[in-house]
């Protein structure tokens, strides 16, 4: 099991960067493939960025493509989530997420992250 913690959420004006950071402890983390999920109010949680647990891929919700960029240091425990070019529409709790499953089956099966972080909140100002 990963525990995660997230931080680096706040408020910006649209156009701003972010980069939202997820510690991770735990012997499991530099096998895990590792994810970003947001969650607006009143909508659904969405998957927004993956990466393997070797950083060789990458996936990416089209919403978001060119503008985000997801990577990981495994010897420092970390995955970050670079947020540039940002939108109202971008406004959410954002989730860091690891699973024990192969890439290519989390790209397109989500459900398959087990282990989140709390969430830190993204506000973008219009």
């Known amino acids: 099991q990963v525990q995660l913690v997230e931080s680096g959420g706040g408020l910006v004006q649209a156009g701003d960067s972010l980069r939202l950071s997820c510690a991770a402890s735990?012997?499991?983390?530099?096998?895990?493939?590792m994810g970003w999920f947001r969650q607006a109010p009143g909508k659904e949680r969405e998957f927004v960025a993956a990466?393997?647990?070797?950083?060789?891929?990458?996936y990416y919700v089209d919403s978001v493509k060119g503008r985000f960029t997801i990577s990981r240091d495994n010897a420092k425990n970390t995955v970050l989530l670079q947020m540039n070019s940002l939108k109202p529409e971008d406004t959410a709790v954002y989730y860091c997420?690891?699973?024990?499953?192969?890439?290519?089956?989390?790209?397109?099966?989500?459900?398959?992250?087990?282990?989140w972080g709390q969430g830190t909140q993204v506000t973008v100002s219009s």
């Open positions: 735990g012997r499991t983390f530099s096998s895990a493939n």
């Open positions: 990466i393997s647990w070797s950083g060789g891929s990458t």
């Open positions: 997420a690891a699973s024990r499953f192969a890439f290519y089956s989390i790209i397109n099966r989500p459900t398959q992250f087990d282990s």
